[in-house]
Nanobody, 122 residues
Framework: QVQLLESGGGLVQPGGSLRLSCAASGPTFSTYTMAWFRQAPGKDREFVAIISSTGYSRSYADSVKGRFTLSRDNAKNTVDLQMNNLKPEDTAVYFC???????????????WGQGTQVTVSS
């Protein structure tokens, strides 16, 4: 079993940056695909970024490509999402998730964090 805890959310002005971190418990972290999803008020949860268990494969939603960078450190059991040039439409609760397979579908993810709020506003 994996427990996930996100941190790093907050309020930032448009064009600013934030770095979200996800700390995982358990000895099997390095075997899991990790991803970030987000959910804005009144909207469905949507895929943001994914990284394979080894870190060699990564993919991003078109809406964040070129602005967000996902990385992981299997020695520290952490996954970080660097978010640059933030826009008001990035405002959402961001969730870290772990899955046993490489998939951008939220249904594939068994383990979820509690979420961290990101608000982009002037």
């Amino acid at each position: 079993q994996v427990q996930l805890l996100e941190s790093g959310g907050g309020l930032v002005q448009p064009g600013g940056s934030l770095r979200l971190s996800c700390a995982a418990s358990g000895p099997t972290f390095s075997t899991y695909t990790m991803a970030w999803f987000r959910q804005a008020p009144g909207k469905d949860r949507e895929f943001v970024a994914i990284i394979s268990s080894t870190g060699y494969s990564r993919s991003y939603a078109d809406s964040v490509k070129g602005r967000f960078t996902l990385s992981r450190d299997n020695a520290k059991n952490t996954v970080d999402l660097q978010m640059n040039n933030l826009k008001p439409e990035d405002t959402a609760v961001y969730f870290c998730a772990a899955a046993g397979r490489y998939s951008i579908r939220s249904e594939s993810y068994r383990y979820w964090g509690q979420g961290t709020q990101v608000t982009v506003s002037s």
